[in-house]
């Protein structure tokens, strides 16, 4: 059992972490794209100064032009880069949204309801689930203790299992469950 919540805490510790660098990577990238906007702005601001420059030199209106030309080129090169880069964000947005999903779903937890079982009805058991409500986060999740596996030495005469199968009492118990489940929003 411990094995697992270990397992379950190192997974959500590991998509905490892919969560937290997607988030870094995306300013990264869309600090980027401000950046060479601002560039694209310039280089456009600086073509129209050359055009109207070759306006009033024609006769070195083919200098010019070649000049335009380079511009308009690195002008439609940065655009491509840009449309990538966005694509990129997009990518990593949507990457970052199956993350936080993955997150904060229960699709990733398998298994019985009860997240510990077999705990002893005795002395040692009790001490043992007493120390875990001290540390319960309480805000995020509902703590339920319940028996299991009836005690034949504690049944009263005609007591059986059937008399309990709707839950049975921890004082009828050899063993204590534990169930945690998670709080609905709202609550």
């Not at 990577?25 to 100064?49: P, S, T, Y």
């Not at 007591?159 to 839950?167: A, D, L, P, Q, R």
């Amino acid at each position: 059992m411990d094995n697992i919540i270990s397992k379950m805490k190192y997974e959500l510790g590991d998509l905490k972490y892919q969560l937290m660098v997607s988030k870094e990577e995306n300013n990264q990238i869309k600090d980027r794209i401000k950046n060479l906007n601002k560039q694209n702005q310039a280089l456009q601001d600086l073509n129209i100064q050359i055009n109207e420059q070759a306006i009033k030199n024609k006769p070195d209106n083919n200098a010019n032009s070649r000049m335009v030309f380079k511009l308009e080129k690195e002008v439609s090169e940065l655009r491509e880069f840009v449309k990538l880069q966005d694509n990129k964000i997009t990518d990593m947005y949507e990457e970052n949204q199956k993350l936080t999903n993955r997150l904060y779903s229960n699709e990733k937890l398998q298994g019985c309801r009860y997240a510990f079982s077999l705990i002893p009805n005795d002395e040692e058991g009790n001490k043992f689930v007493e120390q875990m409500k001290l540390y319960f986060n309480y805000e995020s999740y509902d703590f339920v203790k319940r028996g299991q596996n009836l005690d034949p030495k504690k049944l009263g005469k005609g007591e059986t299992w059937k008399t309990y199968e709707n839950g049975q009492p921890l004082d009828k118990s050899k063993n204590i469950r534990i169930y945690i489940n998670k709080k609905k929003e709202g609550k």
